[in-house]
């Protein structure tokens, strides 16, 4: 695969970022079976009841996005193998193997970003659904092309490069981070990484 390097300025912080990703498109109409789009739901409503549990146990008030959550995880369980990839899959409740898993969520993505919308694409009044994910990488680390080219492919992501490890650097990475969850949101979520 061939992977583009790029400095993207979408803020005064995200600069600092620099996104790694493959050359290959976002699967636009994903062929999935009708029971790996059933089982990807279930096991995301399973997901999402196990983190509820864990989650009220806290006082005050709860919001949270269960299938953004586990969009997320799903992004870097792409890369995971071994020991890591079996723990992931049994918290996340991910049943399907990996080859399935990915283009049933790429196939839910789109589903859920067409809701909504009249035939023409037009959105219906006042509703308003936004998704935003991203994968945040330590800088110099090496990615691997099948690993980009999945994210790519599956999920229209990259790979934005920061540095974690520098302890001047990983505020402005902190920032940075905030910056583009901020912009991702229309300023609803303010500071995501505290």
Do not use: C
């Amino acid at each position: 695969a061939i992977l583009s390097f790029s400095r993207k300025r979408t803020g005064t912080l995200a600069q600092l970022a620099q996104l790694v990703q493959s050359k290959k498109p976002r699967v636009s109409a994903p062929q999935v079976p009708k029971a790996d789009a059933e089982k990807l739901v279930a096991d995301n409503n399973a997901f999402a009841f196990s983190l509820y549990q864990q989650l009220r146990k806290n006082d005050g008030n709860l919001v949270f996005s269960p299938y953004s959550i586990s969009t997320a995880l799903a992004m870097t369980y792409a890369g995971a193998r071994g020991e890591t990839e079996k723990q992931m899959a049994k918290t996340l409740h991910f049943d399907l193997p990996q080859d399935k898993l990915h283009p049933a969520f790429n196939s839910l993505d789109y589903e859920f970003a067409s809701r909504g919308k009249d035939e023409d694409g037009q959105p219906y009044g006042d509703f308003k659904l936004l998704m935003a994910n991203s994968l945040w990488g330590q800088k110099d680390y090496k990615f691997l092309p099948q690993f980009l080219d999945l994210v790519a492919e599956n999920y229209g992501a990259g790979m934005r490069l920061v540095d974690y490890k520098n302890n001047k650097n990983r505020e402005d990475a902190r920032k940075a981070i905030n910056d583009w969850v901020e912009k991702q949101t229309q300023e609803k979520i303010k500071n995501a990484v505290p």
